[in-house]
């Protein structure tokens, strides 16, 4: 089965600055990609995801960029808040056909000071 | 806020107990999935309800079943708990077969003693 890898665990940065998350996957098949936002005690909230016929996608201050061929994607934060600081998970699915069943990855704590 | 609801928002039940915990999916969505969350872990995945039968099943045994009702409702039921069963029980609604973006509720967490 599918299994996703998340780095780092704990990411700490300045207000202002730049955050990365990286993940890896294992199965070719998997063709989305959602990131999850979830702050202490609450529900995971979508925050962006990209499919496998895009290689880059952009929300404000959110990116995400796909390579098929490394299977790895990444999650881009800039001009960081400190209302961004959550624990985020990356997740991989296999699209149309399947039944969407998300694999995520064991999350990111990202930490940012003001 | 997602329109994913679920009951109770917390429950405290001994091993060896039987549980119930109930998702209410986002309007127009038919699906729902069911995952658990262990501390400081990812979601892990444990089945899907399309149509009101199961569509898909994670690494859980038998003693994790679930409904789907008419409504799209779900329920998640734990028999024989075990220790290790403490978590975070997450539930997910999409619309099958349109997109695969699935939005959470806020989730059950579950204490066994």
């Known amino acids: 089965g599918e299994n996703v890898e998340q780095h780092p665990s704990t990411l700490s940065v300045q207000e202002g600055d730049s955050a990365v998350i990286k993940c890896t996957y294992s199965?070719?098949?998997?063709?989305?990609f959602p990131w999850y936002k979830q702050e202490l005690g609450k529900r995971p909230q979508l925050i962006i995801d990209?499919?496998?016929?895009?290689g880059e996608k952009k929300d404000q201050r959110i990116a995400v960029t796909l390579n098929k061929t490394a299977k790895h994607f990444s999650l881009h934060i800039t001009e960081t808040q400190p209302e961004d600081s959550a624990v985020y998970f990356c997740?991989?699915?296999?699209?149309?056909?399947?039944?969407?069943?998300?694999?995520f990855g064991k999350g990111t704590l990202l930490t940012v000071n003001p | 806020e997602t329109g994913v609801t679920q009951s109770p928002t917390h429950l405290i039940k001994t091993r060896g107990q039987q549980v119930t915990l109930r998702c209410s999916s986002q309007?127009?969505?038919?699906?729902v999935s069911w995952y658990q969350q262990a501390l400081g872990q990812g979601p892990q995945f444990i089945f899907q309800?399309?149509?009101?039968?199961?569509?898909g099943r994670g690494n859980f045994p038998p003693r994790f079943s679930g409904l789907q009702f008419p409504n799209y409702s779900s329920e998640l039921n734990v028999n024989a708990l075990e220790l290790d069963d403490s978590a975070l029980y997450l539930c997910?609604?999409?619309?099958?077969?349109?997109?695969?973006?699935?939005?959470f509720g806020p989730g059950t967490r579950l204490l066994v003693l």
């Open positions: 997910a609604s999409s619309l099958l077969g349109v997109q695969e973006t699935q939005y």
């Open positions: 199965d070719s098949a998997s063709n989305y």
């Open positions: 990209i499919r496998s016929n895009v």
């Open positions: 997740a991989a699915s296999r699209g149309e056909g399947s039944n969407y069943k998300l694999t």
């Open positions: 309007s127009g969505h038919n699906t």
């Open positions: 309800y399309y149509r009101e039968e199961e569509n």
